[in-house]
């Protein structure tokens, strides 16, 4: 993960896609023959809302930008993943973008897809490999920095409070970026005050009914829980169900902070069960289509394209929900 911290450090830094893989021609998604750009999309799968919404908008924009969309839902499995990139390689797609379930374990087909002279985009998770010639461009959040803006938010929330806050967390799918980050950017955040103590973490594993889950047992085993800290709302929401259930009142009797902003959270927060959220944007579709027609014409793209994300209070949220996309 150090690797892939190191390689946004170089956010901007722009490289040549024919140097990073050898690979160029064609110019507009139709090359001027009749041939349409074909991208090979592999999806993580439809865990969350966040992730519906993500879908939803890379398909619209594909078809607005005149590209031939073959899209692969993997359902959460690397090994579904794997099979679609291969399937994509065999079919010859022009560009490949695919968004890892995990970090780790992409080499060998990512470096399949290099031998092809195929490009790679990376969309909103990245992958931790060393040889940073078998992607061309990640697109996607700072994860780490939404985990410090969770953290933050705390910090402040019980600045004038010196008793330990016992917090329970809910992972996302072990192994995947945003779960890591996420994880890691708040334990920084944090850990300049031993007050906060994480009493209690664990994958929810990015659903509804896997974060409920986690939550009640959390419930049954932690005697004190002051604040929940969830990796994705959807999880929040599963939490929130399994709190009312124990007769407790969310965002009062146990504060909560999550991730993603999804219209669903944000009712949640209008109604005092969310006490923050930190944004995470999945409309990736313009920006992603915007890439794959300049990787393939050969332009230079930015190695490290980040997404402009804020966060919401409850009052921001409710001021926000009539026109929330999401
Ligand atoms: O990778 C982005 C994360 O994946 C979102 O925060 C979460 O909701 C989704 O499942």
């Known amino acids: 993960m150090s690797k892939r911290v190191a390689a946004s450090l170089v956010a901007g830094a722009m490289v040549t896609v024919l140097t990073a893989c050898g690979s160029g021609g064609g110019g ?5 023959s009749g041939h349409k750009l074909v991208v090979g999309f592999s999806q993580v799968g439809a865990e969350s809302g966040w992730r519906t919404a993500n879908t939803k908008s890379i398909q619209e924009s594909a078809k607005k930008a005149g590209v031939e969309l073959k899209f692969s839902d993997a ?8 099979k679609a990139i291969r399937s994509f390689i065999q079919q010859k797609v022009d560009v490949i973008a695919f968004s890892p379930v995990v970090e780790s374990g992409w080499d060998t087909v990512l470096k399949e897809a290099k031998d092809a002279h195929i490009p790679v985009v990376l969309t909103d998770r990245a992958v931790d490999s060393k040889d940073e010639s078998l992607y061309v461009s ?3 959040s700072d994860f780490v920095e939404e985990g410090k803006k969770a953290g933050d938010w705390l910090v402040k929330e019980y600045a004038n409070n010196s008793a330990d806050v016992n ?12 779960a890591n980050d996420r994880k890691s950017g708040f334990a920084d955040a944090t850990k300049g005050e031993p007050k906060f103590k994480v009493v209690a973490s664990q ?10 889950e986690v939550m009640q047992a959390f419930l049954k085993s932690q005697p004190k829980i002051d604040v929940l800290y969830a990796h994705n709302d959807d999880m929040a929401l599963g939490a929130i169900q399994a709190i009312e259930e124990a007769g407790k009142k969310p965002g009062t009797d146990i504060k909560i902070v999550s991730v993603d902003g999804v219209k669903d959270a944000f009712t949640a927060m209008s109604q005092g069960k969310i006490n923050y959220d930190v944004e995470c944007n999945p409309l990736l579709g313009d920006q992603l289509m915007d890439l794959v027609k300049k990787v393939k014409a050969g332009e230079q793209v930015p190695r490290r394209i980040k997404t402009e994300e804020g966060t919401f209070t409850p009052e921001q949220a409710t001021a926000a929900l009539p026109n929330r996309q999401y």
């Open 28 to 32: 507009s998604a139709d090359k001027g």
């Open 75 to 82: 359902q959460q499995k690397q090994e579904n993943q794997i």
């Open 138 to 140: 990640f697109l996607g």
């Open 167 to 178: 917090i329970v967390q809910l992972e996302g799918t072990t192994g995947s970026a945003p």
């Open 203 to 212: 994958t929810g594993d990015f659903t509804r009914a896997k974060g409920k």
